[in-house]
């Protein structure tokens, strides 16, 4: 389930697991414009209002207002190489 005006958590999901290299031209100008969407509505709306679901797939693609995602935090943690 996901917030008014936000993508669901699933097509969210779904985008990430298909492999780029089986997607289409339509579904990568896809994915970034509801991405970009996505962000757009995720940081207009305040966090109070978001659902606890909603918060925290915004905490982990990083639309959150406070900088990068989780993801990128650990592996700006772990470093290049996974080393």
Not at 30 to 36: A, S, Y
């Amino acid at each position: 389930m996901s917030d008014t005006g936000r993508e669901s958590i699933t097509n969210k999901v779904g985008a990430a697991v298909k492999p780029d290299s089986e997607k289409s031209t339509t579904e990568h100008l896809g994915d970034t414009v509801k991405g970009k969407a996505d962000n757009v509505a995720g940081s207009a709306q305040p966090e109070s209002e978001k659902s606890y679901v909603q918060q925290a797939s915004d905490a982990l693609s990083g639309n959150q207002k406070s900088g990068n995602s989780l993801l990128d935090q650990a592996k700006d943690a772990v470093g290049p190489g996974g080393q």
